[in-house]
């Protein structure tokens, strides 16, 4: 088995390819099109959902379209594919056009930059090219964004509800496969500060963070030694990094006291602790016993780690519980929550509760003859008809500097020219509203990535990404930021937008 062929251009659908054929009969596949990249919801976790997300994924996508390319490895896979009668499903012409000129990076594509906030309908992502090759990269394309998406959306939401708590990703073993990976970085620009995640980490240049397990005190335990014994020994190999984990006897009869016991020794021969970790049980009540406990002893700064399936609602109601326990216990309330860190593991990397991004790639139009053609498709559901034809996207930034809402216009209009813009709902044919250009600033979304296959904006490093997901979190308004029923986000289409998918859906109901 030729492992390679499942990583490179052939990690599509098969539809993909047979279109890609399709296209070729009819003298199309290098007719230049448009597809765009959106989502059409939030995601939603059943008892709660999101208002906003997180645009991830693309660097990973554009690393993978520098080597998707038919070689002789794949050509010989296709040849070899027959169809019901026999014959070879993919003619000898097709796959020598494949050959020739079946690589995706001489397509031109322009995004949303990595990190930033988005919203439902808006182009993420916009293809243009030979359409025989834009086709062929719908599957990776949604494959490895969606889901970088929905993660950085997730971990954002965590650290909303973390506020300046450090958090922790702690997911691997539990991630969907070599998934794993996409999910780290998504997460990291999402709002994870660290990963456990070793590889992905330094590939990113984030130094990866971990305390031991519990069969490291069951180890020793079960040579006759104690759990003081096995934390002593994690101390002596890691004085200036020793986290311990403190549940795996009993934690506030075992496992705190000795903890404590080995950071006094710690201190006398001059190393300063991290911390413990609270991997089960009433994470709020033991949080609030270990602090009185550790706070006795002097060490009121060392970090208090908590684990074990938390997500953004779980981390919001432990807080909250503190606030109220903490003062009847003698803890000073802002202390030990200053001091906790949160190591989020499944529910992360997963998307627990909502396990997918119901991202499409729709064609939206074609170049003939020297101009560009829009193009459309019904559905009886009105959300899942696009709004066809080339066009750019604005933020709306009103006079407090908080995004108003997302504008969709025609390639060549300038929605901040006008004096007066009517702006529509995208479904909605009685909403429309009418605001003053003037009043607001404009941002342009969408930027170029690649033209005709050369690259034309540089690599943007994780830092950056990160303080643009900062940025634009903070330009939210309360109401849409929120764990828990938020304001509805308006993304509106321009009126000329407006009414050329009215046209083009009357056109193709008289078809």
């Known amino acids: 088995m030729n492992a390679h062929l499942s990583r490179g251009v052939l990690f599509t659908d098969q539809y993909q390819l047979t279109m890609g054929q399709v296209y070729f009969r009819l003298g199309l596949h290098e007719q230049t099109a448009r597809f765009e990249h959106f989502f059409r919801h939030y995601p939603n976790y059943g008892s709660h959902a999101a208002g906003y997300c997180i645009n991830a994924g693309l660097e990973p996508l554009l690393e993978w379209m520098q080597t998707a390319q038919f070689g002789a490895a794949e050509i010989a896979a296709l040849e070899q594919m027959r169809g019901r009668s026999g ?28 990190g930033r906030v988005v919203h439902p309908g808006v182009p993420l992502t916009v293809v243009e090219g030979p359409l025989g090759l834009a086709q062929l990269l719908e599957t990776p394309l949604l494959n490895m964004l969606n889901f970088s998406t929905l993660i950085a959306t997730k971990a954002a939401r965590v650290r909303h509800s973390a506020e300046a708590g450090l958090v922790l990703e702690f997911g691997l073993r539990r991630a969907q496969g070599r998934g794993g990976n996409q999910a780290t970085r998504a997460a990291l620009i999402g709002g994870a500060d660290r990963s456990s995640n070793v590889g992905m980490s330094m590939e990113l240049g984030v130094q990866p963070s971990g305390t031991h397990a519990h069969s490291l005190v069951q180890m020793a335990i079960a040579n006759g030694l104690s759990e003081l014994d096995a934390f002593r020994a994690f101390a002596e190999t890691y004085p200036d990094d020793t986290l311990l984990l403190v549940d795996t006897v009993n934690t506030l009869e075992s496992g705190v006291p000795n903890a404590i016991t080995v950071f006094e020794e710690l201190r006398r021969k001059g190393h300063t602790p991290i911390g413990i970790r609270l991997d089960s049980g009433d994470l709020a009540y033991l949080s609030v016993q270990a602090a009185r406990l550790l706070n006795a002893a002097g060490f009121n700064e060392v970090a208090i780690v908590l ?88 933020r709306m930034l009103d006079a407090r500097g908080l995004a108003s809402a997302d504008v969709l216009a025609l390639f060549d209009d300038q929605p901040q020219q006008h004096t007066a813009l009517t702006l529509h709902h995208p479904i909605d044919l009685n909403k429309a509203r009418v605001i003053h250009p003037a009043d607001y600033r404009f941002e342009e979304l969408i930027q170029p990535v690649l033209v005709d296959g050369k690259r034309v904006a540089e690599p943007v490093p994780l830092a950056a990404i990160r303080a643009q997901r900062v940025h634009d979190v903070q330009q939210l308004d309360p109401g849409v930021a929120r764990l828990i029923n938020p304001h509805i986000y308006h993304v509106s289409l321009t009126k000329p937008l407006w009414e050329l998918k009215q046209e083009l859906i009357q056109q193709m109901r008289e078809v």
């Open 87 to 114: 014959a070879p499903l993919f003619a000898a012409d097709y796959l020598r056009w494949l050959a020739q000129h079946g690589d995706l990076r001489n397509l031109s594509l322009a995004a949303i930059p990595e």
């Open 307 to 394: 684990s074990n399936n938390l997500d953004e609602l779980t981390i919001w109601q432990i807080r909250d519980q503190i606030r109220q326990e903490a003062p009847r216990a003698g803890v000073d309330v802002n202390n030990l929550l200053g001091r906790l860190v949160w190591g989020v593991g499944t529910h992360l990397v997963t998307s627990w509760g909502e396990p997918a991004l119901g991202g499409v790639y729709k064609l939206v139009a074609v170049e003939r003859e020297q101009r560009w053609v829009p193009a459309i498709k019904l559905s009886e559901n009105p959300q899942k008809t696009p709004t066809p034809g080339r066009k750019r996207a604005w």
